[in-house]
């Protein structure tokens, strides 16, 4: 299958400052990914959903401002946490599909452990 | 609001077994459905897929397939403990562009 990595796998910041987090395609061009969270013994929650070349579309409920998302090639999408707080804890995870369409599957990064201290 | 419906589990076989994981959906118009396997602290990995109505194997898993009544199931021949993990189903309904939409999955576990 198609290859997406994600970096850094873990990272503890401070509350109060910015993590950033990489997606990358390594093997195809992803028009889109998307950027889910996911809480310990809970499923994956659809934060946003990037579009290269064009402003991310955020699910209800995720501040566009505090999860700031930058698409700004066909192989790379970020993810910045800015101004962290505890709460932000949590096991963010980035995807990308393959092609266009209902028929693709979605490849998932390994996933990025962010914990606020 | 388009949903998929998982039982949380968790679903326990004995080694050797045969796993039935089930999925329901809400929108009849979905068009294509996913299996996920997740390991604890691991992000998910693609098991299957499958579009039409019917069984499709691969290896020790088949998915199946029931648009009538919108569900969609993996049953896991010769369960192993290694195929413990949370199960995740995923169904692209034909109004998102490019989006899947996951149930909230099924813990899997095998004893030896």
């Known amino acids: 299958g198609a290859v997406v990595s994600q970096h850094p796998s873990r990272v503890i910041c401070k509350s109060g400052t910015s993590v950033k987090i990489e997606c990358r395609s390594l093997?195809?061009?992803?028009?889109?990914m998307f950027w889910y969270r996911q809480f310990p013994k809970q499923s994956l929650m659809l934060m946003a959903t990037?579009?290269?070349?064009?402003?991310?579309?955020?699910e209800q409920g995720v501040e566009k401002d505090k999860f700031l998302i930058n698409h700004a090639s066909l192989t790379l999408s970020t993810l910045t946490v800015t101004s962290a707080h505890p709460e932000d804890s949590s096991f963010y995870i980035c995807?990308?599909?393959?092609?266009?369409?209902?028929?693709?599957?979605?490849?998932f990064g390994q996933g990025t452990r962010l914990t606020v201290v | 609001q388009k949903e998929v419906e998982q039982n949380s589990g968790p679903l326990s076989v004995p080694e050797g077994a045969i796993a039935s994981l089930n999925c329901t959906y809400s929108d009849r118009g979905s068009q294509s459905f996913f299996w996920y396997r997740q390991y604890s602290g691991k992000s998910p990995e693609l098991i299957m897929f499958?579009?039409?109505?019917g069984d499709k194997e691969d290896g020790r898993f088949t998915a199946q397939l029931n648009k009538a009544s919108q569900y969609v199931s993996l049953l896991i021949r010769d369960s192993q403990p290694s195929d413990s993990a949370t199960y995740l189903c995923a169904v692209n309904f034909l109004s998102g562009y490019s989006t899947l939409t996951f149930g909230k999955g099924t813990m899997l576990l095998v004893s030896p």
């Open positions: 995807s990308a599909r393959v092609g266009t369409g209902g028929r693709t599957e979605a490849f």
């Open positions: 990037s579009n290269e070349g064009s402003k991310a579309t955020y």
């Open positions: 093997d195809f061009q992803a028009t889109t």
């Open positions: 499958i579009y039409s109505n």
